[in-house]
């Protein structure tokens, strides 16, 4: 069986105290399980999560799309390359409030690989593509795909999450019909770069403790990448311990 990935983004949220007694709450609870786990926690607690992680991977929810400098107030992939395993490039509520765009996410993805860190690449559409139909979907998650993705990237050091814009922070998940027709999309975007590698996709969007063994299930999908309910660390362990 291969390797199925959970991934916890913790968005902003968590003072560094309350970030320090979840992580040593998660690392308690969590005790049964086989997949790799990947920790986002807010930047003031990465360094203190990269000393204490453990048995889990760590990432960074965004990096800069320079090596160092100008950079008031962000991150460069040069700065946590020891410190991080994965770095989320090109999440919704990045393209939506800091106005990211292709090109930028592209740069980001080329720098983050250049420096040793994954990039897991977040594609998704919003309410208003989903609801033209299926051929929109397709063209919009292409688009995205083709545009951050060039045969300049490693296709064996990346991994890409599909989080529906209308699934996330709304207790409505997208259906493992849905979730596997793009996952479709997404592999025939990669099989046009290369044939070689096979790629991890996930997927994001309201997943919880109720639904997560349902994507769990699915073949096609890899993981899956929790935004609110991996706030919690007895509710995050649920939905990674089984057995
Ligand atoms: P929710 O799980 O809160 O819907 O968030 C998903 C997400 O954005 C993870 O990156």
């Known amino acids: 069986m291969s390797k199925f ?33 990947i920790l986002f926690p807010s930047n003031i607690s990465l360094e203190y ?8 991977k760590l990432g960074i929810q965004d990096l800069d799309f320079r090596n160092e400098g100008q950079g008031t107030g962000s991150i460069a992939a040069s700065q946590v390359k020891n410190l991080c395993d994965y770095s989320l490039i090109g999440h919704s509520e990045r393209r939506q409030h800091f106005f990211e765009n292709d090109e930028i996410i592209s740069r980001k993805i080329n ?5 040793n860190i994954t990039p897991v690449l977040c594609v998704g559409e919003d309410l208003d593509t989903r609801n033209k139909g299926f051929s929109e979907v397709e063209k919009f998650i292409s688009n995205q795909i083709n545009k951050a993705i060039s045969e300049e990237t490693d296709l064996r050091n990346i991994m890409i999450a599909y989080e529906p814009i209308w699934a ?13 027709e793009v996952i479709l999309i997404i592999k025939n975007c990669l099989e046009k770069i290369s044939k070689q590698f096979i790629v991890p996709i996930l997927y994001g969007g309201s997943v919880s403790e109720k639904n997560s063994e349902e994507f769990r299930k699915s073949k096609k ?8 309910a991996s706030l919690d660390s007895e509710i995050l362990s649920k939905i990674i311990n089984y057995g």
Request: charged share 25%; no cysteine; proline share 0%.
């Open 111 to 115: 720098i983050s690989q250049k420096n």
């Open 221 to 228: 999908i890899n993981g899956i990448l929790v935004g609110s």
């Open 5 to 37: 990935y959970i991934l916890a983004n913790l968005k902003m949220n968590k003072s560094f105290d309350q970030s320090v007694k979840y992580l040593e709450s998660l690392s308690k609870k969590v005790t049964n399980y086989d997949d790799e786990i």
């Open 168 to 180: 996330i922070g709304t207790g409505k998940s997208a259906s493992i019909i849905d979730i596997e």
């Open 49 to 56: 999560f990269s000393r204490n992680i453990g048995k889990f």
